[in-house]
C-alpha cells in the first residue's frame, strides 16, 4: 500500500475484516490477565466495527498520506485472475470475510479498545516511515 501504484481493490466493498492494533491487544491481554471474571475463558479481540479490503487499503494509504489509488475490479473478477497465477489463496484473503465476535470481552470485562482505529492506522505508518 505504500507504493503509488492503483490496486485491484476498489470493488471488494462487500467483504468484513476484523482488525486490532497491537496496542489494543496488549491492552485485552493485560485486562484479561487482572480481571477476576476472565478465568477460563477465551476471547476474541478486535478494533471495533469490521472495514472492507477496500475501505482498509485507502485508510492505510491515507494514513501514509498516498491518494487510494483504487481500481474498482469486481471480487469474481479479481479472484479469476489471482487463481491465473496461482494465487487463489491469496484472492480468498483478499475477498472473503474474517471477522470476530469480540462481545464476550467487552460485555463479562468490560473492555474498549483505547485506541482507535484511524489512530492505530496512523501509529503504524508513523513507525513504518520511521523504520525505512
Known amino acids: ?3 503509488a501504484m492503483p490496486l485491484p481493490l476498489g470493488g471488494v466493498t462487500e467483504n468484513r ?5 497491537v496496542d489494543n491487544l496488549a ?3 493485560v485486562t484479561a490477565i487482572s480481571h477476576p471474571a476472565a478465568a477460563g475463558q477465551t476471547f476474541l ?3 471495533g466495527a ?3 479490503t477496500a475501505s482498509l487499503a485507502a485508510a492505510i494509504r491515507a494514513a501514509l498520506g498516498r491518494p487510494a489509488g483504487l481500481i474498482p475490479v469486481p471480487p469474481g473478477i479479481l479472484r479469476l485472475l489471482l487463481s491465473m497465477v496461482g494465487k487463489s489463496a491469496a484472492a480468498d484473503r483478499l475477498t472473503e470475510s474474517l471477522e470476530v465476535d469480540d462481545t464476550l470481552i467487552r ?5 474498549a479498545p483505547p485506541v482507535t482505529f484511524r489512530d492505530g492506522l496512523t501509529a503504524m505508518a508513523d513507525w513504518y516511515r520511521d523504520t525505512q
Open 1 to 3: 500500500c505504500d507504493s
Open 17 to 21: 475484516r476484523s482488525l486490532i492494533c
Open 27 to 29: 491492552d485485552a491481554v
Open 45 to 47: 479481540v478486535s478494533d
Open 50 to 52: 469490521p472495514v472492507s
Open 107 to 111: 460485555e463479562t470485562l468490560g473492555w
